[in-house]
């Protein structure tokens, strides 16, 4: 079935650095979306990609969609400690399923 | 204030035993869904439901039961069946008719089977 990968696994950073999350698919997307999940918490929606080559940002958060719509990224400039948590990327399926990639956990050390 | 509730919190079952997790929403969302999240995991599929008495196994349903008997409610039954059941048990809703995909979550029930 479809499937959505998403690296790194894990990122440790130092507060300041920047940090990027990558997702890929093996079949084009008609649209992606990203998640973060704060540790103990749940899913909270961010954002939704849909025109191939996509650039959105939310302050320091920017979020890329692929020119083949395949892959997306989502890229924190100096991050802080309240960036901690999990990213997830989604892709809808078209009919009523979300496949959501593994996540990318981030640490932020102060 | 609209959203989705699950009760509860946190649950604590003994091996062989049924556990039904409540999912209620007042969002008027048609479409529902259950996920299980294990440690440092990404979120499965256990069932999703597209319209009331409809749902639809989802990618791990063994061991799992659903009913869709009002708009507002799906609630998830872990049976013996479900070999590992202890996990994280989100669920959530989605406006099918928006065209946008995002999906809202409820804060999740953590289930532990002694």
């Known amino acids: 079935g479809q499937q959505v990968m998403q690296i790194p696994q894990y990122q440790h950073v130092q507060e300041g650095e920047d940090f990027t999350t990558y997702c890929n698919s093996s079949?084009?997307?008609?649209?992606i979306q990203w998640y973060k999940q704060r540790p103990g918490g749940h899913p909270v929606f961010l954002i939704q990609?849909?025109?191939?080559?996509e650039v959105k940002k939310q302050k320091r958060l920017t979020f890329q969609f692929g020119e083949a719509k395949k892959n997306s990224s989502l890229h924190i400039t100096a991050t802080q400690t309240t960036d901690v948590g999990t990213y997830f990327c989604?892709?809808?399926?078209?009919?009523?399923?979300?496949?959501f990639g593994a996540g990318t956990r981030l640490f932020v050390k102060a | 204030d609209g959203g989705i509730t699950q009760s509860p919190k946190y649950l604590f079952r003994k091996e062989g035993q049924n556990v039904t997790l409540s999912c209620e929403q007042n969002?008027?969302?048609?479409?529902m869904y259950w996920y299980r999240q294990d440690p440092g995991q990404g979120l499965r599929l256990i069932y999703y439901?597209?319209?009331?008495?409809?749902?639809q196994k989802g990618d791990i349903a063994e061991g799992y039961s659903v009913s869709r008997e009002k708009k507002e409610s799906f609630p998830l039954t872990v049976t013996s069946a479900q070999k590992n059941p202890t996990a994280f048990y989100l669920c959530?809703?989605?406006?099918?008719?928006?065209?946008?995909?995002?999906?809202?979550f409820g804060p999740g029930t953590r289930l532990t089977v002694l």
């Open positions: 989604a892709a809808h399926t078209g009919g009523f399923k979300t496949i």
């Open positions: 079949t084009t997307l008609s649209n």
């Open positions: 990609l849909v025109k191939s080559g």
């Open positions: 969002l008027n969302h048609d479409a």
């Open positions: 439901s597209q319209i009331v008495n409809d749902f």
């Open positions: 959530a809703s989605w406006d099918s008719g928006t065209g946008y995909s995002e999906q809202f």
